[in-house]
């Protein structure tokens, strides 16, 4: 009953930045965690940052911690990834994801790939040197 679609990927040079809009469709956004991802060739998809249903809390991956910037709003079902100073190993196609569970809003618990039930198609980032 929820479908993701990604948007705001694209080629940048290192240090420039990019936003990222991801919209939901469906009932459970506002009251739903939502996470970005990415995964690069190669490698295993990781959690960038997570946003609790309220938006009152987040964790992000060390990363990017201090680059990047999640916010979400609820009365428009879209969930934002402001993307700053990028970095050539910010390279990746970004997905969002949504959890259809009440989870507890802790790192353990936000970040476990299982409890998210609906994915986006994902948007490519790609950051030049």
């Known amino acids: 009953q929820v479908q993701l679609v990604e948007s705001g990927g694209g080629l940048v040079h290192a240090g420039g930045s990019l936003r990222l809009s991801c919209a939901a469709s469906?009932?459970?956004?506002?009251?739903?965690?939502m996470g970005w991802l990415r995964q690069a060739p190669g490698k295993e998809r990781e959690f960038v940052v997570v946003?609790?249903?309220?938006?009152?809390?987040?964790y992000y991956a060390d990363s990017v911690k201090g680059r990047f910037t999640i916010s979400r709003d609820n009365a428009k079902n879209t969930v934002y990834l402001q993307m700053n100073s990028l970095e050539p190993g910010d390279t990746a196609v970004y997905y969002c994801?949504?959890?259809?569970?009440?989870?507890?809003?802790?790192?353990?618990?936000?970040?476990?790939?299982?409890?998210?039930?609906?994915w986006g198609q994902g948007t490519q980032v790609t950051v030049s040197s």
């Open positions: 994801a949504l959890s259809g569970r009440t989870l507890v809003p802790t790192r353990q618990s936000l970040t476990r790939q299982s409890l998210y039930d609906y």
């Open positions: 946003i609790n249903r309220s938006g009152s809390i987040t």
């Open positions: 469906g009932r459970n956004f506002s009251n739903s965690a």
